[in-house]
């Protein structure tokens, strides 16, 4: 990852954090899956950039270095699956050895605040805690596609189900076509 695209040290420390979690927990997103060897995530979550002014510096990135027609593949978590994880009770899930403990609170406009905890079983009875509080911006999806369509064009938005994507989607998969130079679109 391009350290510029950060505000501060929070993707950073992200980053670190989200290597154990993926080793250990494994990569869930379905689009992902189907396309894995193809194209890789520019971010593990732009979500996790704190401002959009840092999303739109991260999309100039990907415009920047892509090649023409070359595929943009992101997933983020949408307003309304912050909202209601905001208002649900912490999740707990035990997975081998080790515990995890997560809690989502609001913490202004459409910025939640992510207090994870795993709990890494090292011998016996002994643990060694894993914690980060990590700020995650809900984006509306509308302030998504009009900030790329510019320089990108939309060939998928999709729900986990594979349905429609909306703002009360718990995640959003998107797939974007790299534009010509021009402007122009390059066909499948």
């Given at each position: 990852?391009?350290p510029a695209v950060?505000?501060d040290?929070?993707?950073a420390?992200?980053?670190e954090?989200?290597?154990?979690?993926?080793?250990?927990?494994g990569?869930?997103?379905?689009?992902?899956?189907?396309?894995?060897?193809?194209?890789?995530?520019y971010?593990?979550?732009?979500?996790?950039?704190?401002?959009?002014?840092?999303?739109?510096r991260?999309?100039?990135?990907?415009?920047?270095?892509?090649?023409?027609?070359?595929?943009?593949?992101?997933?983020?978590?949408?307003?309304?699956?912050?909202?209601?994880?905001?208002?649900?009770?912490?999740y707990?899930e035990?997975?081998g050895p080790?515990?995890?403990?997560?809690?989502?609170?609001p913490?202004?406009?459409n910025?939640?605040?992510?207090?994870?905890?795993?709990?890494?079983?090292?011998?016996?009875?002994?643990f060694?805690?894993?914690?980060?509080?990590i700020?995650?911006l809900?984006?509306?999806?509308?302030?998504?596609h009009?900030?790329?369509?510019a320089?990108?064009?939309?060939?998928?938005?999709?729900d986990?189900?594979g349905?429609r994507a909306?703002?009360d989607?718990?995640?959003?998969?998107?797939?974007y076509?790299?534009?010509?130079?021009?402007?122009s679109?390059?066909?499948a």
């Amino acid at each position: 990852m391009t350290p510029a695209v950060g505000d501060d040290g929070h993707v950073a420390a992200y980053t670190e954090f989200a290597k154990f979690y993926d080793q250990v927990m494994g990569d869930r997103s379905p689009l992902i899956q189907r396309i894995r060897g193809y194209v890789d995530r520019y971010l593990p979550a732009l979500n996790h950039l704190p401002t959009f002014d840092s999303w739109l510096r991260a999309f100039g990135q990907v415009h920047a270095h892509l090649a023409e027609g070359g595929l943009f593949v992101f997933d983020v978590n949408t307003v309304g699956r912050l909202r209601r994880l905001s208002q649900a009770p912490g999740y707990v899930e035990d997975f081998g050895p080790h515990t995890l403990i997560m809690d989502v609170t609001p913490d202004g406009g459409n910025l939640s605040l992510w207090d994870v905890r795993i709990f890494e079983r090292v011998d016996g009875d002994q643990f060694r805690l894993h914690h980060e509080r990590i700020p995650e911006l809900g984006v509306p999806l509308t302030m998504i596609h009009e900030a790329l369509t510019a320089n990108f064009e939309l060939l998928e938005a999709t729900d986990p189900e594979g349905g429609r994507a909306t703002d009360d989607s718990n995640r959003v998969y998107f797939a974007y076509r790299h534009r010509g130079a021009d402007g122009s679109d390059h066909g499948a």
